[in-house]
C-alpha cells in the first residue's frame, strides 16, 4: 500500500517557489497587495506585538468572533485555517471515499489538482471555453450520487470570471437534492462585491472558503478560513492543528476586521488604478480583460515575450494569462496603484511601438 502512495506521489509535480529576493521587485505577479500598509496598522502591530506574543500559543477565540460578527453567522460555523489552500486540503481529506470522484474548473488555483492528486480522487474538469466561458451544462451532467464534492472558485483564478447566479443556484439547489457538497472558494469576493455566506443557512452542502492573503493584504501571515454549517465545521475541525494561526496573524486579522475602510479604500484604489491601466491601453489600441478580481489579462500579441522579459529586467513581475487556448499572448498583471500600473504601461508603450 505505501509503495502505491509514494509513487502516486512522485508522479506529482510541483513548481519551484522563486530563488531571488521579491522584495526587491514590484510584485505584479501573485495578486498580493502591493499597495503598502498605512502608519495606522504598522504602528498598531508594533504597539500590540511583545515577548507574549512570542512566548506563548495564540489565543483565537477573538479572532473567530470578530469572523461570526462582521460576516453575520454563528461562531461554529467558521473554521480558521492556515491559508485557504490549507481549507481545502482539509475538505479532500474529509470527503475522500473508497471511488472518490471530484469537480473541477479547468484552469483554477493550482492546488485544487494538485490535492485531487495526492488523495487520488478521479477528477472531473469542467473545461472554460474560447469565450472564457465555463460549460456549466456538463457540470449538470456530470452530477450523480458518486461525486464527492464539487469545488468552485467564484470569482476564479487564473481566468477572473464568475459563474452567474442563477447557475449557481441552481448547482446548488440540484446538488443539495444529492447530498453533495458544493465548495465556492471567494479568495477574491471583495473585489467581485458579492458573497454567497448568506446561502449557507439555506444549503447545508456549501461550504464557502476565504483568504485573507488578497484584499486584506495579509499573504505572509497565511491565514484563512471557511463556512459552512454547524455539522460540517464540526467534522472538518477534527483536522484542525491544536492552534489554527498565529499570533500575529491574529493581531492584523482582527485589527483590519474592526478597521473595514482599510479593506474599503484598498479594492477603491485597485478599481481606480485598473481604469487608469484600461484608459491607457486604449490609447495605444492594446485589448485587454477586465476580471472580477485584482488582476487583468493584456494582450501583447508577438510582442509578449518581449515585454515580459523587458519587465522582469525593469524588476516588475507578472504572469502568464488566462490558461486557456487562444489566449496564449496575454499576460496576467495583478493590480497595483495609478503609479505601478503607469510604469507598466509605459514599458508596454514603448515596446509595442
Known amino acids: 500500500m505505501k509503495k ?10 510541483r513548481e519551484k517557489p522563486y530563488d531571488f529576493d521579491r522584495s526587491k521587485y514590484i510584485r505584479l505577479d501573485k495578486n498580493e497587495k502591493i499597495i503598502r500598509f498605512g502608519k495606522n496598522f504598522l504602528n498598531h502591530l508594533k504597539k500590540k506585538v511583545n515577548s507574549y506574543h512570542i512566548s506563548s500559543y495564540p489565543n483565537i477565540e477573538k479572532t473567530y468572533n470578530l469572523l461570526a460578527e462582521k460576516n453575520h453567522i454563528s461562531r461554529d460555523s467558521i473554521l480558521i485555517t492556515a491559508g485557504s489552500d490549507l481549507a481545502i486540503r482539509y475538505i479532500f481529506e474529509i470527503f475522500k471515499k473508497k471511488k472518490s470522484k471530484v469537480i473541477t474548473i479547468e ?10 492528486k495526492i488523495f487520488n480522487y478521479h477528477n472531473i474538469r469542467i473545461n472554460f471555453d474560447h469565450m472564457l466561458q465555463l460549460n456549466v451544462k456538463k457540470i449538470f451532467r456530470n452530477l450523480k450520487k458518486n461525486i464527492s464534492f464539487i469545488i468552485i ?3 476564479n483564478s487564473p481566468t477572473g470570471t464568475i459563474i452567474k447566479k442563477k447557475d449557481l443556484l441552481k448547482i446548488l439547489a440540484q446538488s443539495k437534492l444529492l447530498n453533495i457538497p458544493v465548495v465556492i472558494d471567494e479568495a477574491y469576493t471583495e473585489f467581485y462585491g458579492f458573497s454567497y455566506i448568506k446561502y449557507i443557512k439555506k444549503y447545508n452542502n456549501l461550504i464557502i472558503i ?4 488578497k484584499a486584506f493584504g495579509l499573504a505572509g501571515m497565511r491565514a484563512g478560513y471557511l463556512v459552512a454549517n454547524k455539522k460540517i465545521v464540526k467534522i472538518l475541525s477534527k483536522l484542525k492543528p491544536m492552534y489554527e494561526i498565529n499570533s500575529f ?7 483590519l476586521l474592526k478597521k473595514q475602510r482599510i479593506i474599503d479604500n484598498y479594492v477603491k484604489d485597485v478599481i481606480r488604478a485598473k481604469n487608469f491601466f484600461f484608459k491607457k491601453l486604449k490609447s495605444i489600441q492594446i485589448n485587454y480583460l477586465d476580471t472580477y478580481a485584482n488582476f487583468v489579462h493584456v494582450d501583447l500579441k508577438n510582442k509578449k515575450r518581449i515585454i515580459e522579459r523587458e519587465l522582469f529586467k525593469r524588476k516588475i513581475l507578472v504572469r502568464k494569462g488566462p490558461g486557456v487556448k487562444g489566449y496564449d499572448n496575454y499576460l496576467r498583471i495583478s493590480l497595483g496603484s ?8 509605459n514599458i508596454i508603450k514603448k515596446k509595442i511601438n
Open 153 to 155: 472558485a467564484n470569482p
Open 4 to 13: 502505491k502512495i509514494f509513487s502516486q506521489l512522485y508522479k506529482i509535480i
Open 338 to 345: 495609478k503609479l505601478h500600473m503607469q510604469r507598466v504601461f
Open 107 to 116: 484552469p483554477t488555483f493550482g492546488m485544487v489538482n494538485v490535492y485531487a
Open 210 to 213: 476565504r483568504t485573507f492573503s
Open 249 to 255: 496573524a491574529c493581531l492584523s486579522i482582527e485589527f
